[in-house]
């Protein structure tokens, strides 16, 4: 047991179980037994409700990286090895990291050393030392203990980076202040705004995103609130972030209410148990319809549409898992959360004109938008056709009213334009 290490799991600022460090870096998840004796419990993850509505204890251990709904909570990329090597860890071990970013993670999910009291997780969630849950009740604290005894520490990162947002692009949270000013909190941990910062190898991305955002809400898409804010005008910036300067593009969070408190939320990767890794290629957009048809409805199976042919209209091959979201408002049921990371890949990517992920087995093409494809996307997923096929005629009828006028209103880069006319004189609607 000398290798052994313990981190709390709370939701809302209560455990709901313990994810345990063995030899040789294994992982394992296991619910506490006040969490699964909670007839009102909050959900942590529909990747843990089996086909019969309840919770699956049977989580397969890891080795290195975490069980994929932990694994999805941290950054990848540039920004992973920036607060890895902040905080003195390897990267690839992902248990420390969860323990070392574990203060401010995406949703209502906080993890920290066990026994350590909750008492910083139950400040950030809002939950004021009662359950921070929408209408639920508290669990005690009581009734969840490790599985064992003692803990070895976990590398805290110094500075403003104890923060995890999951995604690749240079980003830090963000408070705003009097006059509108955005900052970055103290040890990086809170905010109700994400910063995207400039890449100099994707110029004009935080513009065309902020455009296609805005184009979205105007085709009817509840969107995330953005705003393009000069890169000098962010306080508190860490060192070596923002050197290039232009524009960043600030992002309200829809998983913090002004207060700080957490709405929970997570993403489609967690949702079907996919590693970070396999966002591109996990899972095909007939089986998210799937998911959302079971546990949302045709409500929000219809808006799913219309944001997915919003994205084949505007050229996003970018709309993986991890670009999808859903957040639970009173704690236990799902809605879809307001969409983020709109952005057309045409300037971008080389020999473009494909989707993310399959529309389904076999068809990943923007120009294969068609009603024999959303045939056989509803009947796949076993949704009504004629809902599925309304809902992407409207969108494309939207889109054409408002284009017009829009691309020229929003700035929309050359590239764009062109090949989102090119896209719509190809559309048979």
Known sequence: MADLDILDVRLHGERVGTLTRLGRDRIVFGFGAGYLEDAERPTLSLSFIDAFGRVATDVAPTRVHAPPFFSNLLPEGSLREYLARSAGIDPRLEFPLLGSLGEDLPGAVSIEPAGGGGGLSRALAGGGGRSGRPGGRGTPDSVVRPLFGTTAPVPRPQGPLRFSLSGTQLKVPAVRGAGGRLSVPAHGVGGTWIVKLPSPGFPGLPEQEHAMMRLAALCGIETAETRLVPVEEIAGLPRGMGETGGHALAVRRFDRFDDGARVHSE??????????????????????????????????????????????????GDAHLKNWSVCYPDGRRPELAPAYDLVSTIPYASGGGRMALEWVAGAAGFADLSDALLGRLATGARLPRQAVREAARAMVARFRDVWSAAKGELAVPGEVVAGVDEGLSRAGW
């Open 267 to 316: 993403d489609f990767a967690q949702i079907l148990g996919v590693s970070p890794g396999e966002k591109y290629g996990g899972a095909t957009y007939r089986r998210m319809a799937e998911v959302i048809g079971r546990e949302i409805g045709l409500e929000g199976v219809s808006e799913f549409v219309r944001r997915l042919v919003f994205c084949a209209l505007i050229g996003n």
